[in-house]
């Protein structure tokens, strides 16, 4: 019998092996030259967390300072702190959810409106209708405003002028008078993250431009200079991000002039062109227009009305088919030409110069979103089994507005900025499992 | 008119199966010495080991053995703090053997039953290869009525016909959100089958040593018409069409052993086993689905595998006339390459140290019990196809028992 009391003593013993798992050993936490104990991120809706058209709790959530801000939580460093709408009040601003898709396979959105942060509407005397959101008052990391250019940082009157500025700011609506730039720099910090400078070049593509203007190279590098001295007064280290082509991202890249004309030539086969009002030439100052038919290098805006297109309207020639005849054109607002492609690309290329070169004189790491994004855009990016691209939802990395990203697009990004503070300072923040945050939501 | 097509939404091709994942646990007296066995006349075990030596047992046997698996694996992806462990799933390995002939006589004839194949993973479903594979459950029982027939007192030759029957259910995260957030997912099941054969040469020589050659074949193993599940947002359920079904072909390898084994005394046994295993035919893993759209690709994924070798040695002594205690252990080659371990194998290579008891419980009636650690040593590999970057780290406990009547 005594045999069998030692297959029993055995057997328990190798089911304690059995217990036994694989352990790593995780590298000792090493900020290097840089100190995560108060981390702030300056910027404008990306900076934010926006996504599908609006600001919402889930996109801030999932905004990449935060998640840069989790990982350096793993070496050490300190809070971070988000400017979160409430529960009760989840949607923000409202945003656009997919509901579906039409037989064509486009998607079909729609507008959610419930549990909204809205306060009201201000008028302000020579600027206009302000919406207002309920005012955060606490503690901020993430300095993230939607809509603003690094043109506006040193304009006093800002904070009444953006909704998503005057709710971080005490005053009542129309009395705020602190700069961005004072705004942020308040409270002293240890480290920054800053990728302003999107909505200078960016307002002006999104509205075909028409509806704004670039921002001007040398007001950008004074401004930006101005910005990064005041960032590390006191030697704080910091990272910076390059402007993304525009021509990278799939607002520009989803309605192509191609797919309207095939479109229209289903019903109407002798069609042979598109016609859109564009830019006679790559002068930035000359605005002469003409219509002429449309290239594949002209972008069509995603926002763009479709159905538009073939409707009659009226012209000098009579009632004419809209976006078919050089009398009836694509109007301006709907469309980037190739001339203001052009204008738009070379204002950028000037941004990230200054950029580079301002980040270079102060030992600061860069973040090159320009070529990380144009990368994508022509290869792809393979993360975790997942395939990732520039491409209207299915891509995964832009969210349903066509600018912003997705909670998985944030964390990609969160990850290349980790690199560059790593590469730039010897630390070792730990990156950010992408598979676990989400893409566009199907219903 | 923003038309959009579903392309390709990140459906790598699903992989697959067993390498690395050769389970060795084909009778409890080899697994402690070392998976020795192919030189030696241990018991029905033979009809696996060397179906030449079957007609050189000293008596007719039925046995049979279980080897519970505790595969314990941990990945750590490139860059982060995070480890993800394998849940504790159990896999079962087993062996069975009937071994019967007349007594003294110049031929016996067996049937084995085993499980050469197989792989149960789990890396759930939150885990940062989740679009990788969540889990798998790949088992593949051979079936292998045998002869042997003594040539001369010093030499024969067996062979047997090998069926195989193969199970497998796949899991893994499609990367399409529903409205709350949660991935889609899909499954593959299905059942194949394959055929092969096994045979093998043993020898006794004047010098005492006994010498055995064995090869098992190649058994390409198909899978036809598989349940092809996939479980992603109603608005998109129409680029994965269900039912679907799929195809699919697993060839498992060859193995070629050559053993020996040595009695330095009565009551010692050493063998030394080398083996080759034919990996080599493990070029991709495709799947051919039913019904395809732009999105859902038949798909065709590298695996390039090369051949493996192990080495293994071990001893038994017989301490009494009803005791036995066995060691052994071995080394083994990774086959799959850089740049294509997956997380269903995180093949490597790896070293294993076994040992084992056997006890007379009766006349005709033994006991045997033996235990194995493995140690997978560890690999930090990005695979190419998936961009999954990290370590593996994995060990295998292995205890096993089994029960032989012999007349």
């Known amino acids: ?443 | 008119m923003r038309k959009l097509l579903l392309l390709m939404i990140a459906f790598l091709p699903v992989i697959a199966c067993a390498q690395g994942f050769q389970v060795n646990l084909a009778g409890q007296k080899q697994i402690g010495m070392g998976h020795t066995g192919t030189g030696l006349l241990q018991d029905g075990a033979s009809i696996y080991f060397n179906p030449g030596a079957m007609a050189m047992l000293p008596e007719n046997y039925i046995q049979a053995g279980m080897s519970p698996l505790f595969f314990k694996s941990a990945f750590n992806p490139s860059g982060t703090n995070d480890v993800y462990h394998n849940a504790d799933k159990l896999a079962t390995p087993f062996s069975g053997y009937a071994v019967f002939g007349p007594k003294s006589s110049w031929w016996k004839l067996g049937l084995g039953v085993y499980t050469p194949f197989g792989g149960l993973t789990n890396w759930g479903n939150s885990w940062e290869g989740k679009y990788v594979l969540e889990s798998l459950d790949l088992k593949a029982i051979y079936f292998q009525p045998t002869l042997s027939i003594k040539l001369a007192d010093f030499i024969s030759i067996g062979g047997g016909f090998v069926y195989n029957r193969a199970s497998v259910n796949l899991t893994r995260a499609i990367p399409l959100a529903d409205a709350t957030g949660a991935d889609g997912q899909a499954q593959l099941t299905g059942n194949g089958k394959g055929y092969g054969w096994n045979a093998g040469v043993f020898i006794k020589t004047e010098a005492g040593i006994t010498i055995g050659i064995d090869y098992r074949s190649k058994v390409n193993t198909t899978i036809n018409s598989g349940n092809a599940i996939f479980k992603v947002p109603a608005s998109v359920q129409a680029n994965f069409p269900q039912p679907n079904t799929f195809t699919s072909g697993i060839p498992l390898p060859s193995t070629t052993t050559l053993g020996f084994g040595f009695y330095p005394s009565k009551q010692w046994t050493l063998a030394l086993d080398a083996n080759l295993v034919g990996w080599h035919v493990y070029k991709a893993l495709a799947f051919d689905y039913a019904s395809n759209t732009s999105t859902l690709q038949d798909t065709y994924s590298p695996r390039l595998y090369r051949d493996a070798f192990s080495v293994r040695g071990g001893a038994e002594y017989k301490a009494a006339d009803k005791f036995a205690i066995r060691a052994g252990g071995g080394y083994a080659s990774a086959a799959a390459p850089d740049g294509y371990v997956t997380p269903e194998v995180p093949d490597a290579n790896r070293y294993y140290l076994t040992g084992g008891l056997g006890y007379k419980i009766a006349n005709r009636l033994d006991v045997d019990i033996s235990f194995e650690f493995e140690h997978l040593f560890s690999r930090t590999q990005t695979n190419i196809e998936s961009q999954l970057a990290g370590t593996f780290r994995s060990d295998v406990y292995i205890p096993g028992l089994s029960l032989s009547y012999h007349w």
């Open chain 1, 1 to 443: 019998m005594n045999k069998f009391k030692n297959i029993f003593i055995l057997a328990a013993g190798i089911l304690s092996f059995a217990a036994c798992k694989p352990e790593f050993k995780t590298p000792a936490p090493n900020t290097g030259a840089a100190n995560f104990s108060r981390y702030i991120a300056v910027g404008n809706s990306l900076t934010a967390g926006y996504a599908d058209g609006g600001l919402y709790l889930e996109g801030q959530q999932n905004s990449y300072p935060s998640i840069i801000g989790k990982q350096m939580q793993q070496i050490g460093g300190g809070a971070f702190t988000q400017p979160l709408f409430t529960d009760a009040q989840s949607n923000g601003s409202g945003y656009i959810k997919l509901t579906g898709f039409d037989a064509n396979g486009s998607p079909i959105t729609a507008n959610v409106t419930d549990k909204l942060a809205i306060r009201g509407f201000v008028t302000i005397p020579g600027f206009g209708d302000v919406t207002t959101y309920t005012k955060y008052s606490g503690d901020i990391n993430n300095y993230g405003v939607p809509g603003i250019k690094l043109l506006n940082i040193t304009y006093a009157p800002y904070g009444n002028l953006n909704g998503y500025y005057e709710r971080l700011l005490p005053g009542a609506a129309g009395t705020n008078s602190t700069t961005y730039l004072d705004f942020v720099t308040a409270k002293s910090f240890t480290f920054f993250s800053n990728w302003l400078g999107n909505n200078d070049a960016l307002g002006y593509a999104t509205s075909g431009g028409v509806g704004d203007v670039l921002t001007d190279k040398a007001t950008f590098a004074s401004l930006y200079t101005l910005l990064i001295s005041r960032l590390t007064a006191n030697n704080q280290k910091g990272v910076v991000a390059t402007i993304p082509d525009v021509t990278a991202i799939p607002y520009f890249n989803t309605v192509t002039p191609a797919l309207i004309l095939a479109t229209v030539q289903k019903s109407s086969p002798s069609v042979q062109a598109i016609y859109i009002n564009a830019k006679s030439n790559n002068d930035n100052s000359n605005t002469t227009y003409a219509a002429r038919p449309a290239t594949a290098n002209d972008l069509i805006v995603l926002t763009f009305p479709t159905s538009k297109i073939g409707t009659l309207v009226s012209t000098v020639a009579g009632m004419l088919p809209y976006g078919l005849t050089p009398y009836s054109p694509i109007e301006n607002q709907y469309v980037l030409d190739n001339n203001e492609v052009a204008i738009t690309k070379d204002f950028v290329i000037s941004y990230n110069t200054t950029i580079k070169a301002v980040a270079a004189s102060k030992g600061i790491a860069v973040n090159d979103m320009y070529t990380f994004l144009n990368n994508i855009k022509a290869n792809g990016l393979v993360v975790d089994g997942v395939s990732l691209s520039s491409n209207y939802i299915t891509g995964g990395l832009f969210s349903l507005d066509g600018v912003h990203l997705t909670p998985r697009g944030y964390a990609v990004v969160a990850n290349q900025f980790i690199k560059a503070i790593n590469t730039q300072y010897g630390s070792n923040i730990p990156l950010a499992n992408v598979a676990s945050y989400r893409s566009v939501k199907f219903p």
